[in-house]
C-alpha cells in the first residue's frame, strides 16, 4: 500500500478517535468553570497537531 494512502488512512481513523474522546471529556468539562473549560478546549484544539505533523512527515519522505 503507498505510503500517502496509509497515512491518509492512519491520520482519519485517528482524528475520528481523538473527536469521539474529545468529545467524552467536553461533556464532563462543560459543567465546571469557565477557567477550568478554556485551557482544556485550547488543549483539545491543538494537541492534534503534533501527531498529524509526525504522520505527514513520514508520508512525504522519499521511499527507499
Do not use: K, N, S, T
Not at 492512519?10 to 469521539?20: C, D, E, P, Q, T
Not at 485551557?39 to 491543538?46: D, I, S, T
Amino acid at each position: 500500500m503507498p505510503r500517502i494512502l496509509l497515512a491518509c488512512l492512519a491520520g482519519f481513523l485517528f482524528l475520528l478517535l481523538y473527536l469521539v474522546a474529545v468529545l467524552r471529556i467536553a461533556d464532563l468539562v462543560l459543567g465546571l468553570h469557565w477557567a477550568l473549560q478554556v485551557p482544556f478546549f485550547m488543549l483539545a484544539g491543538f494537541v492534534w497537531v503534533f501527531p498529524i505533523r509526525a504522520l505527514m512527515i513520514w508520508a512525504a519522505r522519499p521511499q527507499r
